[in-house]
C-alpha cells in the first residue's frame, strides 16, 4: 500500500516555513500526485492567516503552480477553526465556497466569536486541566461542537481529531459517515491515534492520511500515519488517499 497525495500542508501564510511553490516542488520530488495547501484558519491565535481573503491570494498562488508543474494536481484548502457552539467557522461561505478542500480542526488556542458562547468550549478546555469536572464537560463540548460543525458546513476532512481536544470518537465518526466527511489520521501525532482509529473504523467512516507539514521538507512524510492504518488493517476502500 502506497499513498498518492498529502491534504495537509501549510505554507508562510500562516504557521508554514515555505511557500506555495515550495510545497509543491517538494511533492513532486517525493513522487506525490495531489497535494493541497491547507492553511490555519485567520482565527488561530498568532499563526492564523492574516484575514479570509488571503485564501484567494492563496488560490491565485495554486492557479500559477497547477500551470507549471502538470504532472501533480494542486488544491486550495483550509484548516479551518470552529468559533462557537453553533459550529460556525472562520471563514465566511463565500470563501469557503470558492475552495477546492475545506478542512476542520479543533485547537486550543483559537479565537472565538464571542466570548460569552464560543469561549465556553475554551474555559472548559483549559480548566479540564485542573478539573475533572471540567475534562469531562470539555470532551461533550468539543464532541458537540465539531457535530454541529460537520452538520452545518460542508466538511471533507476533520483534522487530528481528539488531539489536545478530547473527544468521543465513536459519535463524531458516526455523524461524519452521514456527512461524507473523513477523519484524518495525522502523521505527526501519530500513536495515540491507535484507540481512535480502532474505534472509528468499525462505523465504515472514511479516513485519510495527513503529514501536517510546516516546513516543505515535511510535505509528504506520510510514514508514520501509513504504519497505523495497515497496524489497523485499513485499505484503500476506506483511506482516501492510498492505493
Ligand atoms: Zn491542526
Ligand atoms: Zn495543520
Excluded at 59 to 74: F, L, M, Q, S, W
Aim: net charge positive.
Amino acid at each position: 500500500m502506497d499513498f498518492f497525495a498529502d491534504y495537509h500542508t501549510h505554507t508562510k501564510f500562516s504557521h508554514g516555513k515555505g511557500t506555495v511553490e515550495d510545497n509543491v516542488r517538494a511533492a513532486l520530488a517525493k513522487g506525490l500526485k495531489k497535494i493541497a495547501i491547507s492553511d490555519h484558519g485567520p482565527a488561530l491565535f498568532a499563526l492564523g492567516v492574516q484575514s479570509p481573503d488571503t485564501f484567494l491570494e492563496i488560490k491565485r498562488e495554486v492557479e500559477k503552480c497547477k500551470k507549471k508543474y502538470p504532472g501533480i494536481d494542486v488544491l486550495t484548502g483550509v484548516e479551518a477553526n470552529v468559533v462557537s457552539l453553533k459550529g460556525e467557522l472562520d471563514l465566511p461561505k463565500k470563501i469557503l465556497d470558492q475552495l477546492d478542500l475545506v478542512m476542520v480542526g479543533l485547537h486550543p488556542l483559537t479565537i472565538p466569536l464571542d466570548f460569552k458562547e464560543g469561549g465556553s468550549l475554551l474555559f472548559h478546555y483549559w480548566g479540564g486541566k485542573c478539573s475533572k469536572r471540567l475534562k469531562k464537560k470539555s470532551r461533550i463540548l468539543n464532541t458537540k461542537v465539531l457535530l454541529e460543525t460537520v452538520y452545518k458546513n460542508k466538511v471533507d476532512v476533520i483534522t487530528h481529531p481528539g488531539h489536545k481536544m478530547s473527544i468521543d470518537t465513536k459519535e463524531l465518526a458516526r455523524a461524519c459517515v452521514k456527512t461524507n466527511t473523513a477523519l484524518e489520521i495525522n502523521a505527526k501525532h501519530s500513536d495515540w491515534q491507535r484507540d481512535f482509529i480502532e474505534t472509528a473504523k468499525r462505523t465504515g467512516v472514511k479516513f485519510v492520511l495527513g503529514s501536517d507539514a510546516h516546513s516543505p521538507a515535511e510535505v509528504g512524510e506520510l510514514e508514520a500515519a501509513l504504519r497505523l492504518t495497515e497496524a489497523a488493517g485499513l485499505g484503500p476502500e476506506q483511506v482516501l488517499n492510498v492505493l
